[in-house]
């Protein structure tokens, strides 16, 4: 049990890291404050994950501290809240555990990367303690037991995400984009906060009725949450049926959308490409965006008695996949490339938890953030080394940046599915996963829906490995395009601090993908399950040869256009001419958003005050006039003419002197007689 | 014909009016306070005439010493009335009362 | 339709089981003080009463010289702090208790005042957990708008004068156990307060400041009408909060009027639209510690008074028109986030915004669930704070560039960056980030509210996004992008202001990472409240 409390340091050394790096007096030492922490985070997490690979089958294991309880005793529905508890903790499993060493790794090498790449840079301290604050908050996320630390973990990495891409803040692009950013993902994050509060409406009642007194309960909990959702599919909890999982479901999916850059909340994440390169590998790639699919992972039991809602996750993955890949096709700005595929691979991770492949889901997360990790970083040092994105001013890397160069071509290799890569075993699983369709508790998708699936699968194969080398083609060989102010003799590979961390993910890109082949003892899917037990998902060789194959196909089309043009399909990018623009506009998505929130939101909001000054105001303004006038009227009767009051005194006297002689007389019934 | 009350109230009340008349449409300052003077006397002769057919059982002859008050009030009230329209005409160069309007609010 | 269960369970129910807690109420009269008890009584009388004497030596202090002045300003200061000191060791205290029974009111102090009619009144204090934490705001911001004003040259012994009866008013009102004391508190602090906005505000101060007053005005007038209605016609024969706030049985005329012009009464305060268009107009024209003042506390006052007196005083009257109360939050929190976004003025954008953030506070009162209403008082506790803060910085914008016009600044954070930092930190706390102030509050709120009211808080969840929008795109016209020339001599934060801006930031964080010390505290003040809506008491 104490190998486990190591996650307590795991998250916690990087905020150490970010606090202290405020310490030094030069920024390089905080920077190296904050690289040791991740490192110390790193080693760590190794440890645990060792730890739990050696307890293969043991339960997860929690260690919760309340930081905030109170006995409100609430009636909801038919019972009674009567305590209220907010946990924070970590929790080890097979899940956590095989992610904690991805985020930590990943987020080292980037910062070590980052050493080079920012040199000089204004901000250099203040990026590094950031980057030391979002590698906290991510490790928190994996490690969250329970929905509240996952939001609190959540809404940290957005935070991170948003100071990050704002890095370089003079810049209007950048400012603009990290706004946009947070923007959006928070309009998904609403969605989940929704789904937080309602899944307490509707069962923290139970859950506290279940709860022997004196003890807590945290409704909030996954594992509470995992028994709740199967007492509610089994109809054992009151007040809530089929319909309100789904809801729930799709609540959460909601904050995955926005998180994960899926279809229709996608449009932060090219604009997101503004920051600084590292900062695109480490969140956009390998990190924040995969905590969208995380999420859906840690809330399966919830998904798995919602079917439906698990078509709708597949649906939206292979919508994303397909279109992240036409897009990327069209962009001639690297980093928008490799952006694009970072939509489209996440796409393929929803589709596979969609279809139940559970396992190949999370696999994929993590080969992908090696490879898409490698992608960035590589970019990055083309980028600085020949001052430009654009892959039309590139070329003739290979000759010149050899090691960046080949690093490149072993990520590209894996992006594309190229046998043997990591890449491909766990793409070609997800293949297999959707021509088996099958759900770990024994349900599957329609006819349509499996048949919709593998078009798309196969569209995603294909274009996936055409884009990748595509790039790879233009950018890399070839001769270095001509340009005002730039030497290409001057271009050198990137100083070692740039390189190794290029050349450590590449080597994992090449590896990482042989822990997934079943039928080996520890494998990945002896690991990382849905429910109980592993699935044995099986190795599908009507898959690998489809998967393999189009990706095949895909390189050397590539090739055949960009490399050794050949006539038929050499003409192909010209004739797609108009497909591209739009494709090059995202499909007009951004713009159609724009247009939304303009007649939606901003036009009703100029008219707001516009009211309050002319009707809410107006009408306080009348009360106020209609008081003034009144007096003005009333201030007629004091004319300073003596007389008039004279008159008025007199005529007042006549009057009440005859009310009082008719009153006397008995002239007024009711009133007596006086005298 | 033997003079009744009546007579006498009729007489205080035509003085009366004619004073309230008088006070009501003469511009004239000293106008007004001839006119304030006719309806005191109106109402002098009202309580002569009570005291003198003997209204007042319990105080005999009190209408006559209020009659009395009432002279001499009235002289001091005009005392004080002529002195505050001199002040006014030095001020307002007129002794018009519908041009003496200053505390109008 | 999941209504309030009254009791909280049915019979029959199997899988529910009972755990007595505090919703088991003694019988009976309340008690007057159980905890506390050995602590000295005065610490309320003092804690009020003590900011009027430090006025009433400033009165005949001499304001020629500078020195004069400055001794001015320390009087004031130190005239402010002890109150400060009073209530972080009342809370501290109250949070060592752990818990009273639900019932007590702490510190109290109650002696005969005006016994001459046939309804009588007393001199009674107290807080609980829903005045306390309230009280703590209060204190804290007076200071923090005291050294906001130390640079202020104009008039200043009136301006300390005016400041600290202010503040008398408001603890008083806070403390107050008895209609009468409250009501005289609820007056105290309008004319300081439109003498404040009339002689040192901006152009338009006149008009803002008449406006103010009559608004205000117009809140009293029917506070009273219904503080005559309670005391005269509920039969208890007494203002106090004794006889008044706990078991008393209005005949259903009465408790309707007497809900409705107390809960428009406080509506005006609050504010909540429709009755709010002084708000704008009064922040923007008052100077910037006014400001603080205004949005920080004076709100409160109405947010306070709608679960004292409304929920407090007329509780089925509150649960039958509780769709009314709830209709009406939403209708404030989309007019205000939508306004805010619409603005050009940076001063304006706040003042907005702080209808949306009390809007929430407004959904609570409706929903009357037990997490929501502690969601309530912790909501206005930061906002207190929050949006005090996001005004002074206002004010520091304002001081170096004499501007506020969003479309005219830009890029600031070229000149001064500590300010941007402290500028992001409180737009993030403002939308609501997890760790800060503003999160708790408001997942509490919604967490309560939702089982009862589903689309109305779904639709002030939505409000937040708008939220987001505006304060982000503020943030980034306003300092980020390319430098502007006009503004290039502009001087970063001067120890004074840091001194204090970062005091508000660390209230604001505790409130956030921390919670749980005071979260037990405001429950217990949270559940006499719940205990007299269910019926109970």
Redo the contacts between chains.
């Keep these: 049990m104490q190998y486990y409390n190591l996650t307590w340091a795991v998250v916690l050394v990087p905020l150490g890291g970010a606090l202290f790096a405020y310490l030094p007096e030069s920024a390089r030492n905080a920077a190296r404050v904050c690289i040791a922490s991740t490192a110390i985070s790193f080693v760590l997490s190794l440890l645990v994950l060792a730890y739990r690979l050696g307890h293969l089958h043991a339960a997860p294991y929690e260690s919760l501290i309340?930081?905030?309880?109170?006995?409100?005793?609430?009636?909801?529905?038919?019972?009674?809240?009567?305590n209220?508890t907010?946990q924070a903790g970590i929790l080890v499993d097979g899940l956590s555990a095989s992610i904690l060493p991805v985020v930590a790794l990943v987020s080292l090498l980037v910062q070590v990367h980052s050493l080079g790449y920012m040199r000089g840079d204004a901000g250099y301290r203040r990026y590094f303690a950031i980057i030391a604050f979002f590698t906290f908050s991510m490790l928190a996320l994996v490690a969250s037991p329970n929905f509240l630390n996952l939001?609190?973990a959540w809404?940290?990495v957005g935070?991170g995400s948003f100071l990050l891409i704002?890095h370089w803040?003079?810049?209007?692009e950048?400012?603009?984009a990290?706004?946009k950013a947070?923007?959006v993902t928070?309009?998904g994050d609403?969605g989940l906060?929704?789904a937080i509060?309602?899944g307490?409406?509707k069962f923290a009642?139970?859950v506290a009725?279940?709860t022997p007194?004196g003890q807590v309960s945290d409704p909030f909990n996954f594992s509470v949450l995992s028994r709740e959702w199967q007492f509610a599919h089994q109809g054992l909890v009151?007040?809530v049926g089929g319909r309100t999982l789904a809801i729930l479901a799709l609540l959460v999916l909601m904050g995955a959308i926005g998180k994960s850059a899926q279809l229709p909340l996608h449009t932060w994440l090219p604009d997101a490409m503004e920051g600084p390169t590292p900062i695109s590998a480490l969140i956009h790639a390998a990190t924040m965006v995969a905590a969208g699919v995380y999420l859906i992972a840690r809330t399966y039991p919830l998904f798995l008695v919602a079917p439906h809602v698990l078509t709708v996750v597949a649906l939206i993955g292979a919508l994303s996949a397909v279109f992240g890949a036409v897009v990327a096709l069209a962009h001639t700005d690297i980093k928008r490339i490799i952006a694009y595929s970072t939509i489209s691979h996440l796409g393929l991770m929803f589709t596979a938890l969609g279809v139940g492949a559970f396992t190949a889901g999370v696999f994929h997360l993590f080969t992908h953030a090696w490879f898409k990790a490698l992608l960035f970083l590589a970019a990055g040092n083309v980028i600085q080394a020949y001052g430009t994105q654009d892959i039309r001013e590139m070329g003739g890397v290979w000759s010149r940046m050899r090691i960046t160069a080949w690093a490149m071509l072993l990520g590209c290799c894996s992006a594309a599915g190229v046998v043997f890569f990591a890449g491909f075993w766990s793409k070609d699983s997800i293949v297999a996963g959707v021509l088996r369709n099958q759900f770990p508790d024994g349900g599957h998708h329609s006819l349509a829906v499996k048949a919709a699936l593998i078009v798309a699968v196969c569209a995603v194969s294909l274009l996936g490995a055409l884009y990748p080398f595509r790039m790879f083609f233009i950018a890399f060989l070839g001769d270095p395009a001509r340009r005002r102010g730039f030497t290409p003799q001057r271009v050198r590979e990137s100083p070692p601090s740039m390189v190794m961390p290029v050349v450590v993910l590449a080597a994992l890109s090449c590896v990482a993908g042989f822990i997934g082949i079943s039928g080996a003892g520890v494998t990945f899917g002896n690991f990382v399950f849905a429910l109980d037990k592993p699935q044995n998902e099986p190795f599908d060789i009507a898959g690998v040869l489809l998967g393999a194959g189009l990706a095949l196909i895909g390189v050397a089309v590539a090739y055949l256009i960009w490399v050794r043009p050949v006539p038929a399909l050499a003409r192909l990018p010209a004739r797609m001419g108009r497909l591209a623009v739009a494709a090059r506009n995202g499909f007009h998505v951004d713009a159609a958003y724009a247009w939304l929130v303009d007649r939606l939101?901003?036009r009703?909001?100029?008219?707001?005050?516009r009211v309050?000054e002319g009707i809410?105001?107006a009408?306080?303004d009348g009360i106020?006039d209609g008081v003034r006038a009144t007096a003005l009227e009333a201030r007629r009767l004091q004319g300073g003419r003596l007389q008039a009051y004279a008159l008025t005194a007199f005529v007042g006297v006549v009057l009440m002197a005859g009310g009082f002689t008719l009153a006397a007389t008995g002239h007024f019934p009711g009133v007596g007689a006086t005298r | 014909m033997t003079i009744g009350i009546t007579h006498l109230l009729v007489v205080s009340a035509a003085l009366f009016c004619v004073g309230v008349f008088g006070l009501l449409s003469r511009r004239n300052a000293i106008a007004l306070l001839m006119s304030v003077e006719l309806m005191f006397n109106g109402v002098n002769v009202a309580l002569v005439g009570f005291a003198r057919f003997g209204y007042s059982n319990l105080r005999p002859l009190s209408g006559m010493a209020f009659a009395l008050f009432v002279i001499t009030i009235a002289a001091a009230e005009v005392a004080v009335a002529v002195a505050l329209l001199l002040v006014a005409y030095r001020r307002h160069q007129t002794v018009q009362a519908d041009e003496l309007d200053e505390l109008r609010g | 339709m999941?209504g309030?269960?009254l009791?909280?369970?049915?019979a029959g129910?199997s899988?529910?089981?009972?755990?007595p807690?505090?919703?088991t109420p003694t019988p009976g009269q309340p008690t007057t003080t159980t905890t506390g008890g050995e602590f000295p009584t005065l610490l309320l009388t003092t804690l009020i009463w003590v900011t009027l004497a430090a006025a009433l030596v400033i009165i005949f202090m001499p304001e020629r010289t500078a020195e004069q002045r400055g001794r001015i300003r320390l009087m004031a200061l130190a005239g402010t702090t002890v109150p400060v000191l009073m209530a972080i060791g009342g809370l501290n205290y109250q949070i060592n208790q752990e818990g009273s029974g639900g019932f007590s009111y702490v510190f109290e102090e109650k002696h005969q005042w005006i016994t001459a009619f046939s309804v009588h009144s007393n001199y009674h204090l107290g807080v609980d957990g829903v005045s306390l934490p309230l009280l703590l705001l209060s204190t804290v911001l007076f200071v923090v708008a005291v050294l906001a004003s130390w640079r202020n040259e104009r008039r200043v012994r009136l301006y300390f004068v005016l400041l600290l009866v202010l503040e008398t008013g408001v603890n008083g009102f806070f403390c107050s156990l008895d209609y009468v004391l409250l009501f005289l508190f609820y007056e105290v602090e309008l004319v300081p307060m439109f003498l404040l906005i009339a002689i040192w505000g901006g152009p338009r101060r006149m008009h803002a400041a008449w406006?103010f007053l009559?608004?205000m005005l117009t809140s009293s007038a029917l506070l009273l009408a219904a503080i005559l209605l309670l005391a005269f016609k509920g039969g208890a024969g007494s203002f106090d909060f004794d006889q008044l706030n706990t078991g008393l049985h209005l005949s259903a005329g009465i408790a309707t009027a007497g809900f409705w012009l107390t809960f428009i009464s406080f509506a005006i305060k609050l504010p909540v639209?429709?009755l709010?268009?002084?708000l704008?107009d009064a922040h923007v024209e008052a100077s910037t510690p006014v400001s603080v003042i205004l949005a920080g506390i004076l709100l409160k006052l109405g947010g306070y008074g709608m679960l004292r007196v409304v929920l407090g005083a007329f509780p089925d009257a509150a649960k039958r028109y509780s769709l009314a109360i709830v209709a009406l939050a939403v209708v404030s929190a989309i007019?205000g986030t939508?306004?805010a976004?619409?603005?050009d003025d940076l001063k304006r954008l706040v003042a907005?915004g702080s209808i949306g953030h009390m809007a929430i506070v407004l959904l609570a009162v409706g929903a009357q669930?037990?997490?929501a209403l502690?969601g309530a008082v912790l909501q206005m506790v930061a906002h207190g704070f929050i949006t005090g803060l996001l005004f002074l910085l206002v004010g520091t914008v304002y001081d170096r560039t004499r501007t506020r016009s969003i479309s005219r600044l830009g890029?600031l954070?070229?000149q001064m960056p500590r300010l941007t930092a402290i500028w992001v930190f409180a737009g993030?706390a403002s939308?609501g980030?997890?760790?800060l102030a503003g999160?708790?509050a408001e997942?509490?709120v919604?967490?309560?509210a939702?089982?009862t009211h589903r689309f109305a808080?779904?639709v002030v969840?939505?409000s937040?996004?708008?939220t987001?929008?505006y304060l982000?795109?503020m943030?980034?016209r306003v300092?980020?992008?390319?430098?502007k020339e006009a503004y290039e001599r502009l001087r970063d934060a001067s120890t004074l202001e840091l001194f204090y801006l970062v005091p508000m930031v660390v209230a604001v964080t505790i409130f956030g990472?921390?919670?749980?010390r005071i979260?037990?505290v405001?429950?217990n003040g949270?559940?006499t409240l719940?205990a007299r809506l269910?019926g109970s008491v």
């Design positions: 309340t930081f905030w309880s109170f006995n409100p005793a609430q009636p909801i529905g038919g019972g009674v809240v009567n209220f907010a939001y609190f809404e940290g935070l704002g803040w003079h810049k209007p950048a400012a603009a990290a706004k947070f923007l928070r309009i609403l906060l929704l509060v309602f307490f409406a009642p139970h009725s279940l007194p009151p007040g939101v901003l009703p909001a100029a008219l707001v005050p309050d809410t105001d009408v306080a106020a | 999941n309030v269960v009791s909280g369970l049915h129910m899988l529910a089981q009972v755990t807690g505090p919703l406006k009559i608004f639209v429709p709010h268009t002084w704008p007019w939508l306004a976004l619409a603005q907005y669930s037990s997490i502690n890029g954070a070229w993030l939308l980030l997890p760790f999160f708790v997942f509490m919604f967490t309560g939702f089982p808080t779904v969840m939505a937040i996004a708008i987001t929008g982000l795109w943030l980034q300092f980020f992008g390319p430098a990472v921390v919670p749980g979260m037990p405001i429950n949270v559940a719940v269910s």
